[in-house]
């Protein structure tokens, strides 16, 4: 019983990650009556001009019955009206494109969370392109990168969930008055976290586990 706390506490550490790992798990792949319904809700639901949404959700269509599982790492590539954009039906907003959007994106990632999604990359952009690319929603041409968004998503129903969410419905009307937005969804073919906080963390964690060993060998005092 020498070293019970370290057990214990090994034990808690073991359980909170096994916990972070199934929080991240892909899951399974979406059906084509599940895109059904999602396509189906988002109709009755979704407040934008009428060829926009018919373009996206025949592309989101495509897109969920292709799904293969794994999961996703979207792109959000955006640039700011000169003002914002009316919506029928929409509380009118007191503030710039780049607040709305900020409003979006601060009510956004809380919902992002609970679905285990969460933004790698969030920043503003430095200079302007036009990136040839594969998207769900935007404009051909769009040559106004102001803003860039990374998210990764456990799974493409992670995404469809979060569409269908009555309280991202609410502030999703943010995002389109304030900005054009392309999204472009990846697989991560190849992911590289944060080099300093990975090393740094390799790095303590072999410094407690040498530790803990060398206290185990240590000779008792009597």
């Not at 900020?102 to 609970?114: C, R, V």
Request: hydrophobic residues 45%; aromatic residues 12%.
């Amino acid at each position: 019983m020498t070293h019970r706390f370290e057990l214990i506490l090994a034990l808690v550490f073991v359980t909170l990650f096994a916990g972070f790992c199934f929080w991240l798990q892909p899951g399974r792949a979406l059906t084509r009556s599940e895109v059904d319904q999602y396509i189906a809700a988002y109709d009755r639901t979704w407040q934008m001009p009428a060829d926009e949404k018919a373009r996206f959700m025949a592309n989101m269509r495509a897109w969920g019955e292709a799904d293969d599982g794994n999961p996703v790492y979207m792109i959000n590539l955006m640039g700011y009206y000169d003002q914002l954009k009316q919506i029928p039906g929409l509380p009118p907003f007191e503030g710039t494109p780049a607040q709305a959007n900020e409003l979006y994106e601060d009510s956004a990632i809380p919902l992002l969370l609970e679905l285990g999604a969460y933004p790698l990359v969030a920043s503003e952009a430095q200079g302007v392109q036009s990136p040839d690319r594969v998207e769900l929603l935007g404009e051909a041409g769009n040559d106004n990168l102001q803003r860039i968004l990374v998210v990764r998503y456990p799974n493409r129903r992670a995404f469809f969930e979060l569409l269908s969410d009555p309280g991202y419905l609410d502030v999703m009307p943010y995002k389109f008055v304030s900005m054009n937005t392309t999204l472009v969804p990846g697989n991560g073919t190849l992911v590289v976290p944060e080099l300093r906080f990975a090393l740094g963390s390799l790095l303590l964690s072999s410094f407690l586990l040498i530790g803990w060993v060398r206290s185990t060998r240590r000779p008792r005092v009597q």
